[in-house]
């Protein structure tokens, strides 16, 4: 399936994705949804580029004083 969908920042305002949906047998209700884009495309630049900012705010570490989930 391709979807047009809206940006999460000005500089990346519209993006064309191809995204499937996998239902997870079992788990009634519980969808996996993965995207991707045509590679060489303008979205492909977009998109890698909103893969970026994602990176560098994972890696942050948390603020002082502030809680972090604990692993399980």
């Known amino acids: 399936m391709i979807a047009r969908i809206a940006g999460a ?5 519209m993006l064309e ?9 079992g788990e009634a209700g519980l ?3 993965t995207y ?14 909103l893969a970026t900012w994602a990176a560098t705010r994972e890696s942050k570490p948390p603020r002082a ?8």
């Open 31 to 33: 969808q996996i949804v």
């Open 65 to 72: 004083g502030r809680r972090t989930r604990a692993a399980s």
């Open 9 to 13: 920042h000005p500089s990346c305002v």
């Open 36 to 49: 991707s884009v045509a590679p060489g495309t303008d979205s492909a630049d977009k998109f890698a580029l």
């Open 17 to 25: 994705v191809g995204f499937d949906v996998f239902e997870l047998h």
